[in-house]
Structures are given as C-alpha cells and as structure tokens.
C-alpha cells in the first residue's frame, strides 16, 4: 500500500511575535493595524520578550472566538499550527500580567477602526427608499462575582434578593441587514438604556433611519436623535396621549413631542393559521411626514427590521458565549474582554458580508454566525492565510464555508417568545410546547387616527 504524506507550511511573523494571529481573519486586522494602535495607545513594549503586545492583542481576540477556554488553552490553539517554531508556553501568571499591561485602550481603539458608519453601511446594509436602516436597543452581560467588579457593576436587586452575578449593560447600534455594529457603549445596569442612547447619537447622521422600542419614546431623546438629522421610527405606548396637530391623507396624524413634529402611526396586525388568529395593535411615530413617499403600510412592515439587534445580541452571548459570564475579575478587565468581544464579532460580520456580497441577490440574512465562528476557529487552529498571498481571495475560506452553507428563508414567526427549557425542573410551567410548523398569513391595517 503506497504511503500518502500531507505537508503544508504556514506565513507567520518572526520570532516572539509568531503566535500572534487570528487565522484567516487575521487579514481583516493585519499586523500593521495593530502597531498602529499600539503606537497610537502608547502601549508599545519597551523590548520584545516572550510576549509582545501585538501577541497579547490576538490573545484576546482569540480568547474571545473561544469563549469556553483559558487563556493557556487559547495560547496552545494559537501555536498548533505553527509546527516547530521554537515558540514558548507562558504560565497563566505571565499571560495575566500581560494583559493587566496592555490594558484596555488598544482593544477600545482598535474597535473604534473596524466599527462606524463607513465599514459597515458601505455593503450589505438594509435601505428603505435610499435611508440606511439601522436599530438601538440594549441587553445585559454577566461578569465575574468578584469584589473589585461588584464595586463597579453591582448585582440586581428584587424582592427575592441579589442576582448570581454582577451585571453590565451594553447598548449597541447596529445595522440591520448585515447586523454589524456601528457603535457600542456599556457600563453599570443602575444607568438607564436611555441615558447611554446620548453616547451613540454621534454615530447618526443625515440618510439614516433609526429604529426603536418604547423604551427609547422619551420626549428629550427624540429631540436629541432629530437633532442629529437621522430620521426616526419609534414605537410608542398605544395610550400615550398625542394630540393631532393635522390630518393626513391616509388616515395618519401629525404631532408634536417636543420640539419635533412626527407622524402617529396606529396599526393592527393580524395573524392567521388554521388553529386560530391572534391581534395586536401598534402604535409608531416617525419624522417621515410625507404619506406619499413613505406609505405607512411599509414603514410598519419595515418596523420589524428592529429585531436584527436582538439577533445580535442572541450571536454575542449564545453563540459566541454560550451563556457564560465574562472571564475578568476586574472593571478594566471587563473592559478590555467586552472590547475584544465587539472586536470578534466585527470581524466575522465583516467576512460573512463579504462572501454574501459576492454572490449577487444573496440575503445577508441567510448567512449563518455559527458556521462562520466555527469556521474561524478552525482557519485560527490550522493558523491558515495569516499573511495574505499576492493573489487577494475575496471570499476565503470562512466565506466559501458560509456559502456552501446558507441557510433558508426564514420563516414567520405566530407565537409568542417562551422559555423552551427552564433553569430548573421545578421552575417548568405551562403547557408542553407546540412545535409544529403552522401555515401563516399576516394582514396589516393602518387604523384612521380618532379625530
């Protein structure tokens, strides 16, 4: 029987800097956009050593594709596929000092770089008529219950007493469509959702059109987006009270909440399969006044483009985290984790987007985040494409793998959110779940506001 012998050789940097890489996506954050972050934060290293900042950089990208390991077990995945380059294991102790000197300024900067209007509007994003369509919304991550994270993200308190964990809030704004984040703040759950919306307004501009829940209705908030020169729909409570300053010709009314005039919207929404027909009515207000160019039928189907951020956060912390609380035991760890976590996510939203686009009248929608982490982490292992080759592959292999690999339309959603398996047996209530697949139809009927 002949014997088949496989080789491969692999493109690294020299020496100490040679674990220092994400694979295949190490062409999205190439070593000199690095440097320069480093240079630009002040966190160069006085003289390389075992591990150079540039190293620990990609350490925690990498820590943040594999959520599930240690900082040595990513370190051991980062030189697998290095073969025999002479590379040393450092203790845990060496990588945590490591990280405690890099800080958590070059991951905020280098966010900053692949985040934003221009690399994430520019392809692949949802527009209604020329507007780029983008959602707010926030959500809550878990740290470490540990005394120096508690001091600043403290724990939840109810009637029933403290939550397991210290709590932190993110607020993000993202793109629907290609899900990408353009901004991103997060801080202590005691600060409302609100309150950290100001920190991203400066991410808006004229040509976009900003989506939101009820949570985001304030009167000073709305004011503040419409300042910005973004357009705006919103959904508010149906018994909030808003006075009709004109009527409009498809049964709409003009307002006025504060200083801005918008557009009430009231709209029932039907859904019928052959078990039955559930009905419920919104009520949304937006600054397009012109019924002719923006029909209200359309902006309240377009209002469910707004769970795209909620997909977002579901991929951050099931996908990638797989529930986990955050690894760091202290605020600025915290920081620099969460950082490298947007970071991570940016990045296969960014290849993911690039192999869609490739194929013309692919749906971003039908790309799988699993398949592209998964893949990512296989292309990380194999420490594949590092350096690019003279010939530029558009798609890589993350790509290919996600094409080969689209999913589905997805279906219309009848029923309600529910907990499908409960934290405990003893905490399992209701009637057993009906998971059959139901033919649907939806109705939409824009109501004539009240006189």
């Known amino acids: 029987m002949d014997q088949v012998s496989i080789s491969r050789s692999v493109r690294v940097a020299a020496g100490a800097c040679a674990p220092g890489h994400l694979g295949e996506l190490t062409r999205v954050v190439p070593f000199e956009m690095i440097d320069d972050v480093l240079e630009s934060t002040g966190r160069v290293q006085a003289r390389v050593r075992v591990l150079p900042a540039r190293v620990v950089v990609y350490l925690l990208l990498a820590a943040a594709l594999f959520a599930d390991l240690g900082y040595t077990q990513v370190w051991d995945k980062l030189c697998v596929g290095l073969g025999d380059q002479g590379v040393a294991r450092p203790c845990a102790s060496a990588l945590r000092q490591a990280r405690v000197r890099l800080g958590a300024g070059p991951l905020r900067a280098l966010f900053a770089l692949i985040c934003g209007p221009a690399p994430t509007l520019a392809r692949g994003a949802c527009t209604y008529r020329g507007l780029v369509t983008c959602a707010i919304d926030g959500t809550i991550l878990y740290a470490a219950d540990s005394r120096a994270n508690l001091a600043r993200f403290p724990k939840h308190r109810s009637v029933r007493g403290e939550t397991g964990y210290p709590q932190v809030r993110l607020l993000a704004l993202v793109a629907c469509g290609t899900r990408s984040v353009i901004g991103a703040v997060f801080g202590t759950d005691k600060v409302g959702e609100t309150t950290y919306a100001e920190d991203l307004l400066g991410h808006l501009h004229a040509g976009m059109l900003l989506l939101a829940d009820r949570n985001f209705a ?234």
């Open 218 to 451: 304030a009167q000073k908030l709305i004011e503040k987006i419409a300042e910005t020169r973004a357009e705006l729909l919103i959904r508010v409570k149906a018994a909030r009270k808003l006075p009709s300053i004109g009527r409009l010709a498809d049964g709409t009314h003009l307002a006025r909440v504060g200083a801005v005039t918008v557009r009430v919207i009231d709209a029932e929404i039907c859904v019928r399969t052959r078990t039955g027909r559930a009905t419920g009515t919104y009520r949304l207000v937006t600054t397009l006044t012109d019924p002719r160019e923006y029909p209200a039928l359309s902006l309240v189907r377009l209002y469910h483009e707004r769970w795209e951020v909620e997909t977002c956060y579901a991929e951050m912390k099931d996908t990638i985290l797989g529930g986990r609380v955050l690894r760091a035991r202290t605020p600025d760890g915290v920081e620099q984790e969460l950082y490298a976590l947007l970071t991570a996510y940016q990045l296969l939203r960014t290849v993911m987007t690039d192999a869609t686009d490739s194929v013309p009248d692919t749906d971003p929608d039908r790309a799988s985040f699993t398949v592209a982490l998964q893949a990512a982490r296989d292309q990380l292992i194999l420490a594949h494409a590092i350096i690019a080759e003279e010939e530029a592959d558009l798609v890589g292999a993350i790509g290919r793998r996600v094409l080969q690999r689209l999913q589905p339309a997805r279906r219309q959603r009848i029923k309600q959110r529910i907990v499908k398996r409960a934290l405990s047996k003893y905490n399992a209530r209701g009637p057993a779940i009906d998971r059959t697949t139901y033919k649907s139809t939806f109705s939409i009927t824009v109501l004539a506001s009240p006189d």
